[in-house]
């Protein structure tokens, strides 16, 4: 994930609502939610939940299927480790072990991830 990248799936995530529903969606993995389920269970409008989700699958952060007359969403977690590997690969300068509990999990450090995400 490069900088401009990381940059956009931060912002679309600093905004209460939109990180209510990415939350909600990470919840329900892997099924994911059809958008009207997620406007109730999160009390918002479905034309403004609309804008939110959006911006989020603008980013990745989130993927949108079609199923029968339902569009169901869901969080994309392989975005969400690339984000997290992001912020943390140049962890105490490479000293691993003094980043042990931050870097737990190796496999998004292994190999580096392709430019496109």
Do not use: W
């Not at 990470?26 to 999160?42: D, F, S, T, W």
């Not at 980043?99 to 450090?109: I, K, L, S, T, Y």
């Amino acid at each position: 994930m490069d900088t401009e990248k990381a940059i956009l799936a931060l912002a679309a995530l600093a905004q209460k609502t939109r990180l209510d529903v990415f939350r909600l969606l990470v919840k329900h993995e892997p099924e994911g939610l059809p958008a009207g389920e997620i406007a109730r269970q999160l009390g918002v409008p479905h034309n403004t939940l609309s804008a939110h989700l959006a911006g989020l699958t603008r980013t990745r952060l989130t993927r949108a299927e079609r199923h029968s007359r339902s569009i169901v969403y869901r969080a994309d977690l392989s975005v969400l480790r690339c984000l997290a590997a992001f912020l943390v690969e140049d962890c105490c300068d490479g000293a691993v072990e003094a980043c042990e509990p931050v870097m737990a999990d190796r496999a998004c450090f292994l190999p580096k991830v392709s430019a496109d995400v």
